[in-house]
């Protein structure tokens, strides 16, 4: 070798999610096939890479270290440093390094790969129907890791000694289980069980087959899955869907439904392109897909709706189980009512043998508690509804850096974030924080995270209303001196839809939604705001109006309906609208009268949700709910049977000005609403008209603010919004009218983005 030869040395630093995704072996496959010296290992912030070698050689593997990374891996920054050579011999993957204080990405739970599905159904292979089958492209990370860096002892899998095969795939740099923590087969890994609702064992040669075999029967099993139970039944049987909705109190809400495979999914549901992408996706969330007039579906599994929440099979497990029984199987969160999902074998049994006939379990502990992620697609791009499984716990990437500041999030669908430097770091779904369980669930899952991430919050922002648990759960904190900071509802939902697609400029907010506390101590919901993460200032806003009974009419629309009919258009304009209306109890309508003029415990709101409501509630619709949004749903569900979903005829409406506030009068809307219906225009007719209504009003208003505001861009944020009819109305007449129109898709609309929102404003503050 020349002097102008000789070897060089590189020291490089990885970061992203470069750990638990065969990241090592590939750079050791990289440095051998490069003939390059040197040494890769984990540390708890980064991969660390020292190679040595000819300058063109290390080049190429610095190009090809991103270029060629496993699918898996996720790289945010390559930081390299030349240095003199020191003479390294060979190229080693050495052990794991602990740093104080420094933190690592962590990889989500990720769906069987392709490979291992190979084996799974192989005769010939050792892991032949083995349910715990995975390696570094694939299987469980977040839900079994208890600390960083991420190796074998610090998971649940710690307990399973590794047999000799196993053990040797586990060493062997060119193996793709090398180093996959969870490896294991059918001699030195976990096992499943099939026993009864008491815990007794049934007696069977393969717990999987006769589990099926019961599921084809009619019988409900709970089923030990990633990050907790699941219960299940035969899809296709209604008999089988009621008794699982009897036992679990979910009278109507949706239920996800799990099929073999994509051919089965489209004979069910219209697929597009992008909902097979994703769910044919490491992540494998359920999709919302417009679901077959001649799918075998049971209609009880979603009464009403248009949609099908359709999910393929995500573990070794599902995958053995659905190639059994062929047929779609329910597949829905295994608690009752809003409790957490059950996780442990005897908390299963005791929270569930009410509802289950059968438990098929396992004894790999689940360290994280973690619900199935649901998404769905429109105007070609995906939106999370219910961010888990799949996503959860990768950050949120950060346009700017950010402090730590814990932000506690909402009263429902409740996720929490934590952030540090450029991260946001999004918590899986928790769900209603309306139990102690739930909260619990929330504290133990903030402090995994905060020992993960090594976060230590030096602040905390929290929503406005007092009573939220999440609010207390705040207060609790700032006795311990942690700075405590309240952020408005709407104006934490304008910043989480900001962060999610990099904005920091000013923008219009328009943020629907069913309730949030206001800071004039109202109930808002139909809020247009200017704002950044500095501040918001509210610029207009539906209406107030009577909410009698508090949250209560919530569950009861009609009351709602009532309420509107008096304050809008008087005696007269209830009477007009009663006569549209289901039956209403006399004695009950005194006293929404009583509280309407006199303001007894019925709070003003200006929410759009519960407008939605209200207008469900006057065609005879939907008068009380099951589940939340229900009304307002199954509006937009009868919008669709019109001849002419397109059609653009919509009701009359005013705006009046306040001041610097610019007010949506409904009066019109109402009193034409009443005149359709009275003339026999189809439910199907008026709910389009409404739509139509909604989104002009939209566009109306960001016309009107947007020269004030000295902005184009407006961001859409709010369960609302996940109305997709309203959403693509409502984007096509913005874009349209020349403004730039922001959605979410990396964090949920609804009250699940809000912690991201508060956490970013803390931040700033």
């Known amino acids: 070798m020349t002097k102008a030869e000789a070897p060089k040395l590189a020291r490089i630093s990885v970061r992203g999610i470069v750990q638990g995704v065969g990241f090592r072996p590939f750079v050791y496959r990289l440095a051998t096939d490069l003939n390059l010296k040197g040494w890769v290992c984990n540390t708890s912030e980064d991969v660390r890479i020292e190679i040595e070698g000819p300058r063109d050689s290390i080049d190429k593997f610095c190009l090809n270290l991103k270029a060629q990374a496993p699918p898996l891996a996720h790289i945010e920054e390559i930081a390299v440093t030349h240095l003199p050579a020191v003479g390294y011999r060979d190229f080693d ?55 960083m860096p991420y190796d074998r002892p610090k998971t ?8 000799p095969r196993c053990q040797a795939e586990y060493d062997n740099p060119l193996d793709r289980r090398f180093h996959a923590q969870p490896n294991a087969c059918p001699i030195c890994g976990p096992r499943v069980e099939l026993v009864d609702n008491r815990g007794y064992a049934v007696s069977c040669s393969d717990a999987m087959y006769t589990a099926g075999q019961m599921l084809k029967a009619g019988e409900i099993v709970a089923i030990k899955g990633l990050g907790g139970f699941l ?3 035969d899809a296709t049987s209604e008999l089988a869907v009621k008794s699982l909705r009897h036992r679990k109190r979910r009278s109507s809400k949706p239920f996800a439904v799990m099929v073999e495979n994509m051919e089965e999914a489209k004979r069910h549901c219209y697929i597009s392109m992008e909902e097979e992408g994703l769910l044919t996706s490491p992540q494998s969330p359920i999709v919302l897909a417009r679901w077959r007039q001649d799918s075998t579906v049971s209609r009880e599994v979603a009464p009403n709706l248009r949609y099908l929440g359709v999910m393929l099979p995500y573990t070794p497990l599902h995958h053995i189980l659905l190639s059994d029984v062929h047929l779609p199987l329910v597949m829905t969160s295994g608690n009752l009512s809003e409790e957490p999902i059950a996780k442990d074998n005897d908390e299963a049994l005791r929270r569930l043998s009410g509802i289950a006939d059968y438990f098929l379990i396992h004894n790999r502990d689940i360290y994280s508690r ?24 990768y950050p949120i990437p950060l346009k700017f850096k950010v402090r730590p500041v814990l932000g506690c999030g909402a009263h429902l669908k409740n996720t929490f974030c934590l952030t540090r430097d450029k991260h946001a770091f999004l918590s899986q779904h928790i769900g209603d924080m309306e139990n102690i369980e739930t909260v619990e669930h929330f504290a133990d899952t903030v402090s995994l995270y905060e020992r993960l991430f090594r976060i230590k919050p030096v602040a905390v922002a929290h929503d406005l209303h007092p009573d939220y648990l999440a609010t207390r759960y705040a207060m609790e904190m700032n006795k311990g001196g942690i700075e405590l900071i309240p952020v408005q509802h709407h104006h934490a939902h304008v910043a989480s839809c900001m962060a999610d697609n990099g904005l920091q400029s000013p923008v219009i907010g328009v943020v629907f939604d069913g309730t949030g506390l206001g800071s004039d101590g109202h109930i808002w919901g139909g809020e247009f705001l200017v704002a950044d993460y500095h501040s918001s200032r509210r610029v207009g806003h539906l209406e107030y109006l009577p909410l009698p009974g508090g949250d209560a009419a919530t569950r009861k629309p009609y ?103 610019r007010i949506i009068k409904v009066c019109d809307l109402f009193s034409t609403v009443i005149k359709d219906s009275q003339q026999g225009v189809p439910r199907s007719g008026i709910s389009v008209k409404f739509h139509n209504t909604v989104a002009q009003m939209v566009k109306h208003m960001c016309l009107s603010i947007t ?48 912690s991201l929102g508060q956490a970013v404003i803390a931040s700033f503050a």
């Open 370 to 393: 973690y619900d199935d992620s649901v998404a769905m697609v429109e105007r070609g791009s995906s939106q999370l509804i219910r961010r888990a499984r799949g996503y959860a716990p």
């Open 231 to 233: 219960l299940a039944c």
């Open 93 to 147: 993957i050495r052990r794991s390094l602990v740093d104080k204080g420094k933190c690592q990405l962590i990889s989500p739970d990720i769906a069987t790969c392709r490979t291992c599905l190979d084996e799974l159904s192989d005769p010939n292979d050792r892991r032949y129907r083995y349910p715990f089958t995975n390696c570094t492209n694939c299987g469980p990370r977040f839900t079994i890791i208890e600390d």
């Open 559 to 661: 009351r709602i309906t009532l309420a509107y009919l008096l304050a809008l258009l008087g005696e007269e304009g209830l009477r007009q609208g009663l006569a549209l209306m289901k039956d209403v109890d006399n004695a009950e309508l005194a006293i929404i009268q009583r509280q309407v003029e006199k303001r007894l415990n019925s709070p003003l709101t200006s929410s759009i949700g519960r407008l939605f409501d209200a207008v469900s509630a006057l065609l005879g619709i939907r008068g009380e709910i099951d589940y939340e949004g229900q009304a307002a749903i199954e509006l937009e569900m009868a919008a669709y049977k019109a001849p002419h979903e397109g059609e653009e005829d919509s009701y009359p409406y005013s705006v009046a000005e306040d001041g610097d506030l």
């Open 707 to 754: 020269g004030d505001a000295a902005t184009n861009k407006v961001v859409l944020s709010g369960g609302v919004f996940q109305n997709r009819l309203l959403l693509n109305k409502t984007v096509g007449l913005l874009e349209r009218s020349n403004f730039e129109v922001y959605t979410h898709k990396q964090v949920p609309c609804n009250d699940g983005g809000i």
């Open 156 to 163: 649940t899998m710690r307990s399973f000694a590794m047999c």
